[in-house]
Structure formats: C-alpha cells, structure tokens
T-cell receptor
Framework: GAVVSQHPSWVICKSGTSVKIECRSL??????MFWYRQFPKQSLMLMAT?????????EQGVEKDKFLINHASLTLSTLTVTSAHPEDSSFYIC????????FGSGTRLTVV | SQKIEQNSEALNIQEGKTATLTCNYT??????LQWYRQDPGRGPVFLLL?????KEKRKERLKVTFDTTLKQSLFHITASQPADSATYLC????????FGKGTRLHILP
C-alpha cells in the first residue's frame, strides 16, 4: 500500500531558528501533498496544499512567509518553519493522495 | 462555513460491547465521508470511506453509515477490544479534507 515517510519524527529548536520537515511518498508519485498542524486535543488543521512544480496554496490565516513549502519533485515536499517561536510548537503532519489519503507519522516540533 | 462535529470528546465502552461514534456536518454536501484512527503521537490511519450514494459500509468489525438527509455518519466498532482504544476522526472533503475534532475511545477491559 501507499506509504508516506515524514522526517524528523521530533525536533527541538531554539527560538528564532528555522526547521525543515520532509515528507516523502515512498512507492508512488504525489503531485499534491497536504500539510496539517495539530495542537494537543485539537483536530488536524489544514495549513496548505503543496503542488509539485508550483506555489503552495495556503489556508486562511497561515503565514506563507513563515511556513515555506517546497514541492520540487513528485515524491518530496518540505515544510520549513522560519524564525520559529514557542507558539509554533505543535505536531505537524503531511499527507499525500493516491486513491485515498495516506498520512505521515508526524513531526513533533518544540521551540524553546 | 463548513463545520464538522463529533459529539463526544471521549467515550468509555466495556470490552465486547459495540462502540458507536457520531459525526455531524453542516454547510456541506460531500461526495464521500471518511473515518480515520489516530494513536497518540502518530498520524491518522485511514479506516473507511463511504460515498453519498451508499447507506452503509462494513470492514471486519467496523461499520459506517451515512445519512445525507440528516447530514450524519455513525461509526460502529462491534465486539470492541482494548486495542481499539484510540482517537477516531471523521473527515470530509474532495480536493482537500477537513477533520472533526475526534472522539477519544477507551475500551475498558
């Protein structure tokens, strides 16, 4: 079945630094990937839709200059949290669509 | 705006009984509805998809119903087991999916 690999699974960074999260589709090509954020005991909130070879589409209220998305190939999308602050600490999850939606295992980001 | 509500934040069910979770939605006419399972610290795992023209769908001990008139889906786990304890998410959408807050299900041994 379809597998989406997400790395790292957790990361701790200092306030003001940038962090990159990778999302790979391992056995299929994904022209579209999705990035979600989940706060404790809350639902997954869609942040942006990542489109291969073109600009990402961001949901209302998500700062595109803070959350940089690059989808340079059919199997890789990256999310970079720039100038991270403690309020960016959250669980970030990517997904890709191939018949159904397959999710990565998530990245726990802690900004200290 | 589109809204998905999963009525119970948490649900405790005795092992062996049937667990029933509810998903209601408003301002939306989805072509299909999905249910996912999420374990702590993990991404969601797809369980079932039901289309608007399907009233019911089954997969092993799981059963989903979809009432487009009531704008409601019910998710049932029969003969529940402690290993079924997790958060269950209802999701709607075509090009991009949105999720309900989920119901934390605890199966008590």
């Amino acid at each position: 079945g379809a597998v989406v690999s997400q790395h790292p699974s957790w990361v701790i960074c200092k306030s003001g630094t940038s962090v990159k999260i990778e999302c790979r589709s391992l056995d299929f090509q994904a022209t579209t990937m999705f990035w979600y954020r989940q706060f404790p005991k809350q639902s997954l909130m869609l942040m942006a839709t990542s489109n291969e070879g073109s600009k990402a589409t961001y949901e209302q209220g998500v700062e595109k200059d803070k959350f940089l998305i690059n989808h340079a190939s059919l199997t890789l999308s990256t999310l970079t949290v720039t100038s991270a602050h403690p309020e960016d600490s959250s669980f970030y999850i990517c997904s890709a669509r191939q018949k159904g939606y397959t999710f990565g295992s998530g990245t726990r980001l802690t900004v200290v | 705006s589109q809204k998905i509500e999963q009525n119970s934040e948490a649900l405790n069910i005795q092992e062996g009984k049937t667990a029933t979770l509810t998903c209601n939605y408003t301002n939306y006419s989805p072509a299909y509805l999905q249910w996912y399972r999420q374990d702590p610290g993990r991404g969601p795992v797809f369980l079932l998809l039901i289309r608007e023209n399907e009233k019911e769908k089954r997969k092993e001990r799981l059963k989903v119903t979809f009432d487009t008139t009531l704008k409601q889906s019910l998710f049932h786990i029969t003969a529940s087991q402690p290993a079924d304890s997790a958060t269950y998410l209802c999701a709607l959408g075509d090009d991009k999916i949105i999720f309900g807050k989920g119901t934390r299900l605890h199966i008590l041994p």
